[in-house]
């Protein structure tokens, strides 16, 4: 059965940081390009950031640009987005996905539409507040 799992989230003050995983099982990441997606109260799923299938290229979208760092250890077959400098606007559930690494193009601008990917996680809230 091929799953993908995130964890890490939580409560967290503004400023504060948190690190998110994505665990797969029952397929290797490193064939995938790995994309973290978040949905906020009322608003539509968005993408975050992505990572190539071995981690040379990443893109983030502008609004986390310089506050989280997408990295990928692919002999633990899991990718990890960490977060700092948070704001409460960040708040959303967090999802990660994985796209086929021929499809998805990382520095291009489509790297966050959503049929791209193949596989996705359940989410994990994260909420910033004080």
């Known amino acids: 059965q091929l799953q993908l799992v995130e964890s890490g989230g939580g409560l967290v003050q503004p400023g504060g940081s948190l690190r998110l995983s994505c665990a797969a099982s029952g397929f290797t990441l490193e064939n995938y390009v790995i994309g973290w997606f978040r949905q906020a109260p009322g608003k539509e799923r968005e993408g975050v950031s992505c990572?190539?299938?071995?981690?040379?290229?990443?893109n983030y979208a502008d609004s986390v640009k310089g506050r989280f760092t997408i990295s990928r250890d692919n002999a633990k077959n899991t990718v990890y987005l960490q977060l700092n400098s948070l704001k409460p606007e960040d708040t959303a559930v967090y999802y990660c996905?994985?796209?086929?690494?021929?499809?998805?193009?990382?520095?291009?601008?489509?790297?966050?539409?959503?049929?791209?990917?193949?596989?996705w996680g359940q989410g994990t809230q994260v909420t910033v507040s004080s």
């Open positions: 996905a994985a796209g086929d690494r021929g499809r998805v193009p990382v520095r291009g601008s489509r790297w966050h539409d959503q049929v791209l990917y193949d596989y």
């Open positions: 990572i190539s299938s071995r981690g040379s290229s990443t």
